[in-house]
C-alpha cells in the first residue's frame, strides 16, 4: 500500500549528541493515533506462588527470575511453564513462578520490589497472560510545537524505587494516568511481557503460549538450528545511522552483520522478497510505522509502502530476535501488534522483540549490543543500555515506553561472540590440575558436548593442535599424572550435536 510520507526536521543535542529522526505514526488505516483508555485491573490483590520441585532446584543459581502467570491461563499451560522452569535453571537461574488472579499494577510492583529486597534478590520477570499495565502520559516535542501522548510503560515495573504518580488532569491529560517519574531512575530489573490475548489472528490463548514456549525450549536446548548472522535495515530518514548500527551489531554477530541502508536500496519489496526469506537470527530494522506494520519510503520521498504486521505470521522467516524502531510497533495493548505477531506466531518463528509503544525507539544502543557480546541476556543488556542513557533529556519522549515483548532472560546463540573464557591455563601444584568450569554462559546449556584440548608451550588453536583430554557433557575433569610445577594450557571447545565445534577466535 502507498502513501506520502512527512519529514520530520530538527536537531537538538545533549550529553549524547544529536537526536536522530524519531519513528512516526503511519498506518494505512488508522490516519491518527488514538489514545489509550485507562487500564481496569480490578479486585484485592491476590497472586499465589507455585511450589517448587523440591529435587529441580538450580546448581549455583547466580540469579533469580520471577515468572507471573495469569491464573485464567495457568492451567492450559502449566506444562510449558514447568519446562520453562527447568530451562531457566539450567541456564543458572533460580525461579519462582506464580498465578496471578487479581489486583493491579502497583500490587504487582510492589510485590517485585518485595522480592528484590530479599536476599535472593531478582533479576527479572516474565509476565504471562493478560496482566496490568500502567499508562504513562506527556507533552514531547519533536522540533515543532509541543504534542501530547500516552503509551503503555513497562519501565514502571522495572524501576523498583522511584515514585511514579498522577499529578495532572487538566485536559489534555486525564485522572488515572501516571505523567511523573521522580527519585532513582535506574531500572533496578528486567521485565518482558508474553501477552497473547489480544492476537487474535495466531489463534487462542493457551495455543499462542504453548506454541511459543515449545520453540523457545527448541532454542535453548539448539533442537532449532538459527543461522548466526544478522541484518541491519534502515529506511532512508536513518541512513546515517547505518554505519554505526552494524558496527554496534557486529560485536554480537562478528563480521556476518548485513547492512541495508542506501537510498532507495530500502524498500517494502526488497525487505519482503530478499530480506525475511533469508536465515538471520536477529533483524533491526528503523522505519516509520504503527501496531499494524512499518513500512519504507520508495523511489522518492512522497511514496511510503506498508508491510502489515501478518506478513510475519504468513512468510515464516527464520529470525528469533527484532529490534523494531517503529512507532508503537511494539504496543502490546493493540490487538495483532507488530511485535507480538512477529514473536508469538505459532511457526518456527520469533521469540523475542525490543521496541516502543510510543514514537521514538532504541538508539545509542552501543551499550545494548556490547553487553550481550560480553554474554548478557537481552534483559541485561536493556537494564545496562536504558541505565546508560536515562539522563539524557529527552530520555521521557524516546525510551519511557521502550518494552520487551517475548522471553528476555535469552541469549543470543552461544557460539555468537564466545569469550575469551574459554582458554584456560595453570600450573600445577601436585601430579595432577582440576578443571572445573561451572558458568552456563560459558558452556550453554548441560546437554552441550564439550571437548579440550591440551598443550603444555601454548594455547590450542584447532581441533587438531595439542592433545584431546576430554569429550564429554561434564563441567568438571581431573587431569592426572602431570609433573608439579609444570604449566598447562587448555582450550574448550563446545558443541550442540557433537559434529560441529566452536572456540574462541
Known amino acids: ?29 488508522q ?21 517448587a520441585d523440591p529435587v529441580a532446584v538450580a546448581a549455583a543459581a547466580s540469579s533469580r527470575i520471577c515468572v507471573v502467570v495469569e491464573d485464567a491461563l495457568y492451567a492450559s499451560i502449566s506444562s510449558g511453564i514447568s519446562q520453562l522452569s527447568e530451562d531457566l535453571k539450567a ?8 498465578r496471578f488472579t487479581s489486583g493491579n499494577a502497583q500490587n504487582l510492583r510492589s510485590y517485585l520490589a518485595a522480592r528484590y529486597n530479599e536476599a535472593a534478590s531478582l533479576e527479572g520477570a516474565i509476565l504471562i497472560g493478560n496482566l496490568p499495565y500502567v499508562v504513562y502520559e506527556l507533552l514531547q516535542n519533536w522540533g515543532g510545537a509541543d504534542e501530547y501522548e500516552d503509551f503503555a510503560c513497562d ?9 511514579w504518580r498522577d499529578t495532572n488532569a487538566t485536559p489534555p491529560f486525564v485522572q488515572g494516568k501516571l505523567d511523573t517519574w521522580t527519585g532513582d531512575k535506574a531500572i533496578e530489573i528486567w521485565v518482558s511481557r508474553i501477552r497473547v490475548d489480544n492476537l487474535g489472528r495466531l489463534g487462542s490463548p493457551d495455543q499462542v503460549v504453548n506454541a511459543y514456549l515449545t520453540k523457545n525450549h527448541a532454542y535453548r536446548v539448539r ?32 563480521e556476518t552483520t548485513a547492512m541495508v541502508n ?32 512499518h513500512g519504507y519510503i520508495q523511489h522518492n520521498p512522497s511514496q ?12 515464516t522467516p527464520n529470525s528469533q530476535f527484532y529490534s523494531f524502531f517503529v512507532c508503537s510497533g511494539a504496543d502490546y495493548s493493540a490487538a495483532n501488534n507488530l511485535a507480538g505477531l512477529a514473536v508469538f506466531s505459532t511457526n518456527r518463528s520469533g521469540l523475542l522483540a525490543w521496541g516502543s509503544t510510543k514514537t521514538g525507539g532504541m538508539w545509542n544502543d552501543d551499550s545494548f549490543y556490547g553487553a550481550l557480546a560480553g554474554r548478557e541476556s537481552f534483559g541485561q543488556a536493556f537494564r545496562t543500555w536504558f541505565n546508560t542513557n536515562r539522563q539524557a533529556g529527552w530520555a521521557p519522549q524516546w525510551w519511557y515506553g521502550m518494552v520487551l515483548i517475548g522471553d528476555a532472560s535469552l541469549h543470543p546463540s552461544p557460539h555468537v561472540a564466545p569469550l575469551h573464557t574459554f582458554r584456560l591455563n595453570a600450573v600445577a601444584l601436585t601430579n595432577q590440575v582440576v578443571l572445573n568450569w561451572t558458568d552456563p554462559l560459558l558452556c550453554g546449556m548441560s546437554t552441550n558436548i564439550i571437548q579440550i584440548r591440551h598443550g603444555t608451550a601454548t594455547y590450542p588453536a584447532n581441533l587438531a593442535d595439542g592433545e584431546s ?9 581431573m587431569h592426572s599424572n602431570v609433573t608439579a610445577g609444570s604449566t598447562h594450557y587448555y582450550t574448550i571447545w563446545v558443541s550442540h550435536d557433537g559434529s560441529t565445534f566452536f572456540a574462541p577466535p
Request: charged fraction near 20%; aromatic fraction near 14%; charge should be negative.
Open 155 to 163: 519501565i514502571f515495573y522495572m524501576d523498583l524505587n522511584g515514585t
Open 469 to 477: 583430554i576430554y569429550l564429554g557433557t561434564n563441567r568438571f575433569f
Open 91 to 98: 541456564a543458572g537461574h533460580s525461579t519462582a513462578i506464580y
Open 223 to 254: 533442537n532449532w538450528k538459527s543461522s548466526v548472522k544478522a541484518l541491519s535495515y534502515n529506511d532512508d530518514d536513518w541512513a546515517n545511522l547505518g554505519p554505526s548500527d552494524r558496527d554496534a551489531i557486529d560485536t554480537v554477530y562478528p
Open 304 to 315: 511510503y509502502v506498508f508491510f502489515d504486521a501478518t506478513n510475519y505470521v504468513s512468510m
Open 31 to 51: 490516519p491518527e493515533r488514538p489514545h489509550l483508555e485507562v487500564p481496569s485491573y480490578e479486585g484485592l490483590f491476590v497472586m499465589d506462588e507455585v511450589p
Open 262 to 293: 542506501g537510498t532507495n536500496e530500502t524498500t517494502m519489496a526488497d525487505y519482503r522478497d530478499h530480506r525475511l526469506p533469508q536465515s538471520f537470527e536477529l533483524i533491526s530494522t528503523r522505519s516509520h510505522g504503527s501496531p499494524g506494520g
Open 1 to 29: 500500500m502507498v502513501a506520502s510520507v512527512a519529514i520530520w526536521i530538527g536537531t537538538a543535542f545533549d550529553g549524547l549528541g544529536q537526536q536522530p529522526m524519531p519513528s512516526r505514526w503511519w498506518s494505512p488505516s
